[in-house]
């Protein structure tokens, strides 16, 4: 309607409804651009056999109109002075991507730790590393699964307690924010513990 965007904090995310077939189909994707007022970004991954990504990708394009819900969740950066912690596993990197910007106009020390299955499916490689040349106080991590597709990999395999534990800040008193598939997570929440 050419007015403002409504503003979300880092890491929220907003629903879609969409009408594919004939079927109502509803979705929730991380909104994976700082609040501009003016656009909301979203970024989906195509699944295979996925109904709303293999439409999107498909059939939606600049100018289309969408249903769009407004910015929900409680996943979001809370403001604070330690040394931030961002951990992300495929598509979780989407919500930390908001949550890194704002991080760094602050200033504040950031560990940004990134684990895919490899690097031809490491969304946002290119941003990060862009980021990190221009913050000093950006340290980047990534581990691939694959070792046959890890080129720049920090490690390879999964992510495991020890090889977190060498990532994070020496000083442990930090703000960790962590978001992938549930496996995953249960691992960095064992390792963060520890």
């Known amino acids: 309607d050419g007015g403002a965007v409504v503003a979300h904090e880092p890491g929220q995310y907003i629903g879609l409804r969409l009408v594919i077939e004939g079927a109502e189909q509803r979705r929730n994707y991380s909104l994976s651009a700082p609040a501009d007022g003016r656009e909301l970004r979203i970024s989906v991954k195509r699944e295979p056999g996925g109904v709303v990504s293999n439409h999107l990708h498909a059939n939606v394009a600049e100018g289309d109109v969408l249903e769009v819900f407004p910015p929900a969740g409680a996943f979001t950066l809370q403001p604070g002075d330690k040394p931030l912690v961002l951990i992300s596993g495929g598509v979780g990197i989407t919500p930390t991507l908001p949550m890194l910007h704002a991080a760094l106009r602050t200033k504040r020390p950031v560990r940004f730790i990134h684990c895919a299955r490899s690097r031809s499916v490491h969304a946002f490689r290119d941003t990060i590393d862009a980021l990190a040349v221009a913050h000093p106080q950006l340290q980047r991590f ?12 920090d490690a390879v395999g999964r992510l495991d307690e020890a090889r977190l534990a060498q990532w994070l800040p020496a000083d442990r008193d930090v703000d960790a924010y962590f978001l992938g598939p549930k496996p995953f997570m249960a691992v960095v929440k064992r390792g963060l513990q520890a």
């Open 142 to 153: 990534y581990c691939y699964e694959d070792a046959a597709d890890a080129a720049g990999a």
